[in-house]
Nanobody, 130 residues
Framework: QVQLVESGGGLVQAGGSLRLSCAAS????????MGWFRQAPGKEREERDI???????????YYADSVKDRFTIFKDNFRSTLYLQMNDLKPEDTAVYYC????????????????????WGQGTQVTVSS
């Protein structure tokens, strides 16, 4: 059973930076594709949006248009940890951020759809003040 634990959220001013971490544990966890989603205030679980995704070895990445050139996703398989470096944060980035994993069986490409993920963390709050 893969388990995911996020950390690194907080309150930051617009233009600031945060780095989110997701510690993964479980059998064959490093073979999983992983991603970051966010759920904005007032939205339902089914409305979580993909932020960024990476395949199991980190060679294939995806970014939502709204975060391109500001966010970077990277996966450290030695530490079984997924990261999201967020720079130039904006108030519209305010959300609960969730780490997710999907069994890609060493897939060569990322997953960018919510239905492709079956493991979720508990979420970490990111609040960006203007």
């Amino acid at each position: 059973q893969v388990q995911l634990v996020e950390s690194g959220g907080g309150l930051v001013q617009a233009g600031g930076s945060l780095r989110l971490s997701c510690a993964a544990s479980g059998r064959a966890v490093n073979s999983y594709n992983m991603g970051w989603f966010r759920q904005a205030p007032g939205k339902e679980r089914e409305e979580r949006d993909i932020v960024a995704a990476v395949n199991w070895n980190g060679r294939s990445t995806y970014y939502a248009d709204s975060v391109k050139d500001r966010f970077t996703i990277f996966k450290d398989n030695f530490r079984s940890t997924l990261y999201l470096q967020m720079n130039d944060l904006k108030p519209e980035d305010t959300a609960v951020y969730y780490c997710a994993a999907g069994d890609g069986a060493y897939s060569s490409t990322y997953y960018n759809k919510r239905r492709e993920y079956d493991r979720w963390g508990q979420g970490t709050q990111v609040t960006v003040s203007s």
